[in-house]
Nanobody, 123 residues
């Protein structure tokens, strides 16, 4: 499985961005998908996850109510809609695919990762 993120960029505080993560292969629907982010000098942190069926989502408390994860299995893509962005949302955002059943909060639950896309929020 290859994952390619896109949609990052520079935005002012309060603005919006939509990240996309396109997956190769025919087995996209068998994976739970997650978004993580990593700021300079910090660990990679969980942002959001969606299960295989797309009917269950999880969010970090810091983004709940502002970010929305969704998936389009017909186009093998997972999305992260980000609203009301804050400077502390600045990070490299990674999508990941998990073949397991779990909480999806942890890096070790994911087998495949994209290369990341930079999101910078200016104050």
């Amino acid at each position: 499985v290859q994952l390619v993120e896109s949609g990052g960029g520079l935005v002012q505080a309060g603005g919006s961005l939509r990240l996309s993560c396109a997956s190769s292969g025919r087995t996209f629907s068998t994976y739970a998908m997650g978004w993580f982010r990593q700021a300079p000098g910090k660990e990679r942190d969980f942002v959001a996850a969606i299960n295989r069926n797309g009917d269950n989502t999880h969010y970090a408390s810091s983004v709940k109510g502002r970010f929305t994860i969704s998936r389009g299995d017909a186009v093998n893509t997972v999305y992260l809609q980000m609203e009301s962005l804050k400077p502390e949302d600045t990070a490299v955002y990674y999508c990941a695919a998990s073949p397991f059943s779990g909480t999806y909060y942890y890096v070790y639950e994911y087998d495949y990762w994209g290369q990341g896309t930079q999101v910078t929020v200016s104050s």
